[in-house]
DNA sequence: CCCGGATCGGACGCAGTGTCCGACCGGGGG
DNA sequence: CCCCCGGTCGGACACTGCGTCCGATCCGGG
């Protein structure tokens, strides 16, 4: 596969290129007016394909849905995994990924939503999509988890069953999210992830009332 | 009308017993199987009525979704008012008030799953759908409100902008329902109240390792 | 020039929604 | 007693959207 492939692989490239410009096309539209309400000669239409087209790069609905929540785990992925390596303490780390996560909610809020939506619906195709999905939860939940090792273990944070932790982290997380993406003026997002790190690390404990 | 309607509002308890029977199979089938994948038919057909007549009660698919989670809604909001007056401390109060909301959530988390779905999701029936779900959302954020205050000017809690304290609570809140509402197998339910609980009031501070 | 893969566009069967209407049932009033 | 009437039934209807299929067309490479 050294090169000598320019033919297929450039078929290969353009076939990637139109399907990405589909699933960025339906990300737009699902977000807009949701998962159902969306018909696929629309999708087709504002793509520039014809909708049998559409069925030759996805078997279905559910997998063109599958391949947005996809597209965007991949940016999430990315724009957290870049940010990661730039601080050191535990407790900034958290902010950074804080304020990550809802840069990538900003960027698109409306699909987000309907990302948290797919996750919890249940039914037979959901199941699959809800994979996806918990592909991102299990991602977070590793970094969550190693930063909330690294703080316990040097005694910022309170010793306490790693797993709970993660969980009781990633609740506040989620619902962070959830909430900000169904926002329609959301809070300024610095001043809100520092808000939201601060609260996880300290909650509603007196003596914190500082900007510390 | 003092009395004398008898049969009047006999029929009226009659039309509520069994629209309340549709909403239930309602609410079951499409805690089952998402609100999508559910045909009108087999709803009717497991209430025992004509598919028209569901038509009667209801005039589409919406309308009976939004029923439902009116219901939820009622049943959710008399739980917790029911549990509110128990206790004394902004504190304990929390604490109810979330194992309230955990042990709805277990009665029938499947449709409560679905809930949280419905509040998010886009689209012109979502709007009134969403503002059902809101209604539960501002109840919640009231008493989470009411009890911050409290806890504020007994000095219990730190001193910060309430709204902001009752958003980033509320997060907390809705990030622990809808995990566990996902859960296929949730932690005891007493015990996550307690974990939560406590999480919310001292975040991952140190010196809280212990049972207090 | 011709070939072959990709695309188009339009037809098809199928399933589900919401509407409508005639038939039926059961109870209360004339 | 029968009739009337509100509620229900069941089935037909038009309509929309999904997923499949197939012949027609386009276009780049041999």
């Known amino acids: ?119 919890a619906s249940p039914g037979q195709g959901a199941v699959a999509v809800g994979a996806e999905l918990a592909l991102i939860g299990l991602d977070i939940a590793r970094l969550v988890r190693d930063l909330y090792d690294e703080g316990a273990v040097t005694g910022q944070f309170r010793a306490m069953d790693p797993d709970r932790a993660t969980t009781l982290i990633g609740q506040q997380l989620y619902g962070a999210i959830a909430v900000r993406a169904g926002e329609p003026d959301p809070a300024p997002r610095a001043e809100a992830a520092t808000d939201i790190a601060r609260f996880v690390l300290h909650g509603l404990s007196p003596g914190w009332a500082g900007t510390a």
Do not use: N
Request: charged share 30%; proline share 3%.
């Open 1 to 119: 596969m050294a090169g000598r492939r320019t033919p297929e692989g450039l078929k290969e490239v353009i076939r990637d290129y139109r399907r990405d410009q589909v699933v960025a096309v339906a990300r737009r539209l699902f977000g807009e007016r949701g998962t159902t309400d969306v018909p696929m000669d629309e999708i087709a239409q504002e793509a520039g394909v014809a909708r049998s087209t559409v069925y030759v790069y996805f078997a279905s609905r559910d997998e063109l849905l599958r391949a947005c929540l996809a597209q965007m785990h991949t940016q999430l992925r990315e724009a957290i995994a870049d940010a990661w390596a730039q601080d050191a303490t535990p407790a900034a780390r958290l902010e950074r990924l804080i304020e990550e996560m809802l840069a990538r909610i900003d960027d698109d809020p409306a699909f987000f939503r309907l990302a948290l939506v797919a996750q």
